[in-house]
């Protein structure tokens, strides 16, 4: 034992000496660069592969290095650090490694990895890890646990919000999504005994009253460890509660790119009426799922009770909807009706309530010109096989007409933005291949900027001639229903087999996540199935961090009002998950487009490396090209040219900030933890009061700032 220790010693002095600084002593200029990005070493599981997503979308640099791959760089001295203009440089802010030590015994790479970490105060995570004193945790065996929790409710401890978890509220809901299926494994145990180790995460060890940690910080030996002991993958649930605190523990709330949450949710076809499913033809009549003369049509359309509802189910939630209107539906309805339309009353008297969006006048379908003589529908040609297209007059006037009713009724819009019916105008496969030619320029000739897509097929941003589109999150609440039991029939109809009754589509895409195995009572199916997984759904884009909007229809508002259940499961379930300090943000359309165009570009600059940004001491400077927005993430008070940085989110402060090509110089708030000791100093520490035990061998605790 002792001559392993020797050896292991003299390993990490030789690294230390390989690194460019003597042990134990400054270099002459004391302060390194330590460049903004974080080194993520994986195996292929999935914990260190959800870190890596978490910085992906955020927008945080990082270098992967795969164990699993034979042409794999080698983990040295030479590839952690060197010096630039005679400062020693630390490449990488943090390091993510798949557990405590992943490496065989004696391991060269584990060495310089340690040697880097003490030198430049580089904090580790291990990202999923047996707990075992070496990570400083007794063993499971010990009095702890090893097992399922599915289901279990952990918390974050005093520490834990005081620290890198303060955005939450404190309770960490660990996923049950099926009985028949395992979702989470994971190690409950408590410090060693004299482990300098503090438990940020925690859950009720199973028969006894303790509790054992998930995550923690571990300090030893100079170094710094987030331990994780619980397995998980990028779209869980705790994970994503926990990943922004992963974050901001490893970078000390110091990193290029931004995490936020977002909820937007559009309401398609607000004046106009939408069609109803009829459960015994199992199509809707009036629409081109029923062949053409197939039953009555029996359309739904809010009130003015509805109208009432929606304002104040707002105002109780403090969230806004986005109304995409058809100015049509009202016109029409007054002169079916003597002139008059309770409903458009009500919304014009409680216009400035809402949102409103531009979703053409008529919601004609403006892609190419339908045949519905067949089920499902198809492009009408010409005698030559050409598709025969809506025109550009056409297209230009339904946005146009839409437009000058919207202004005539006092709608507050942005003129920019278009939704129009069933977003079409844009390519709808199978049947229509391409975008409509004539739609570019009718959006040129009106002015729009931002065209509203369908993000179950088309996820990505794109251009259509001038305009971007904004992909949009369908809800699986159906638009031709207003009452649950109709909702159900129709999703027992898509989701269950042709032996059932069903539509047979599952039993054609076996790979269809929602498929039924029977059919849903029509009376509970809805409260009971269709609600907690659609909010599922929709709460996990949320914690993804994703800004695309999602939508429903006016028809969801109405009778049962059934969209109700969904949204208040999304907010309801965010407020009782996260801090005041870190609020949903619900932005309009365009705000939605541009922030995706932001991350494009964002994402494309560091793709191609030409995005630079370090740290030295308490500076930090940030060089993107000329026309693309730095995105960064920086503890409360933070300047940058001597006023506050950013916006404040989840205990820090983040935004885009445009850089002109030039460098941008962040003054960090001057405190000891934000600020990195120098090379080859220890951790900064603080001492106990006069009346505190600290036990033998232990650290003292160093106070965390609260970050984002």
């Not at 134990?24 to 903004?36: I, K, N, Q, Y």
């Not at 034979?70 to 203009?85: F, G, H, K, N």
């Not at 060890?205 to 002991?229: C, K």
């Not at 054609?508 to 659609?534: F, H, K, M, R």
Request: charged content about 20%.
């Amino acid at each position: 034992m002792k001559r392993i220790l020797c050896t292991t010693v003299a390993t990490v002095g030789a690294l230390i000496a390989a690194l460019g600084l003597p042990a134990g002593a400054a270099h002459a200029d004391s302060t390194p660069r330590v460049d903004l990005r974080v080194l993520v070493v994986s195996d292929g599981g999935p914990s260190t592969d959800a870190i890596a997503a978490e910085l992906e979308v955020a927008g945080t640099p990082y270098t992967e290095i795969d164990l699993t791959r034979a042409d794999r760089p080698v983990i040295d001295a030479e590839l952690l650090a060197d010096t630039v203009d005679g400062r020693p440089r630390a490449k990488y802010q943090a390091v993510v490694l798949p557990s405590d030590n992943p490496f065989a015994a004696g391991s060269a790479e584990m060495a310089a990895l340690v040697a880097y970490e003490r030198t430049y105060s580089i904090p580790q995570v291990d990202a999923y890890t047996y707990a075992r004193p070496e990570a400083g945790l007794e063993y499971p065996v010990e009095g702890g646990y090893a097992g399922s929790l599915d289901g279990v409710r952990a918390e974050v401890t005093d520490a834990g919000r005081a620290g890198p978890f303060g955005y939450l509220d404190g309770a960490v809901p660990f996923e049950d999504n099926s009985p028949a299926v395992g979702e989470s494994y994971a190690y409950l145990s408590t410090p060693v005994a004299g482990a300098d180790f503090t438990p940020y995460v925690d859950a009720a060890i199973p028969g006894t009253s303790r509790r054992g940690s998930l995550v923690g910080e571990y300090r030893h030996d100079g170094r710094r460890e987030l331990v994780v002991t619980f397995v998980y993958n990028r779209h869980q649930q705790q994970f994503r509660l926990l990943a922004r605190g992963i974050v901001a523990w490893m970078t000390g709330g110091v990193h290029l790119g931004a995490s936020k949450n977002y909820f937007a949710v559009h309401v398609d076809d607000v004046f106009a009426a939408d069609d109803r499913w009829n459960t015994e033809l199992n199509c809707t009549p009036g629409d081109v799922d029923c062949p053409d003369g197939a039953g009555t049509p029996d359309p739904i359309r809010m009130t003015p009770a509805d109208v009432a509802h929606a304002a104040d189910w707002q105002d109780g939630h403090g969230f806004t909807l986005d109304l995409a209107y058809n100015g049509a539906g009202s016109v029409e309805h007054r002169e079916d009706n003597g002139g008059a339309d309770p409903l458009a009353d009500r919304f014009l008297a409680d216009r400035a309530e809402f949102r409103w969006i531009n979703h053409t006048y008529t919601h004609a379908f403006l892609g190419c010109e339908q045949d519905t003589t067949v089920v499902p529908w198809r492009c009408a040609t010409e005698p030559d096989g050409t598709v025969r297209w809506v025109g550009r007059d056409t297209v230009t006037d339904e946005i146009a007409t839409n437009r000058a009713w919207g202004r005539g009724v006092g709608l507050p819009l942005q003129d920019d933005e278009l939704v129009t019916g069933e977003h079409s105008g844009t390519r709808v496969l199978p049947q229509q291949t391409a975008d409509n030619p004539h739609l570019a320029p009718a959006l040129a000739d009106t002015g729009i900027a931002w065209l509203a897509s369908d993000n179950s097929r088309e996820p990505q941003q794109r251009q259509v001639g001038g305009a971007a589109t904004v992909p949009r999150h369908p809800m699986n609440v159906f638009y031709n229903a207003g009452r649950s039991a109709e909702q159900v029939d129709e999703y027992n109809w898509i989701y269950t087999g042709r032996a059932q009754g069903g539509s047979g589509i599952c039993e054609d895409n076996p790979a269809t996540s929602t498929c039924l195995t029977e059919p849903l009572d029509t009376a509970t199916g809805y409260a009971q199935y269709i609600v907690p997984l659609e909010t599922r759904t929709a709460l996990g884009h949320v914690l993804a961090g994703d800004p695309r909007p999602h939508f429903i229809h006016q028809s969801n508002l109405a009778e049962d009002r059934i969209a109700y259940p969904v949204l208040d499961g999304v907010l309801d379930g965010y407020a009782a998950l996260f801090a005041a300090d870190t609020p949903l943000v619900n932005p309009r359309m365009k705000e939605i487009g541009a922030e995706l165009q932001r991350r494009a570009a964002w994402r494309s600059a560091l793709g191609d490396g030409r995005v630079t940004a370090y740290r030295i001491g308490e500076t930090v400077t940030a060089e993107a090209p000329d026309g693309v927005a730095v995105t960064a993430t920086m503890p409360a008070g933070t300047t940058l040219a001597g006023a506050a940085f950013g916006e404040p989110y989840a205990g820090g402060r983040s935004g885009w900030t445009p850089s002109a090509g030039a460098p941008l110089t962040l003054a960090l708030p001057s405190s000891p933890a934000a600020t990195p000791a120098g090379p080859g100093a220890p951790a900064p520490v603080t001492d106990p009061a006069p009346d505190t035990q600290v036990p033998a061998g232990a650290r003292e605790q160093v106070p965390y700032v609260p970050v984002s």
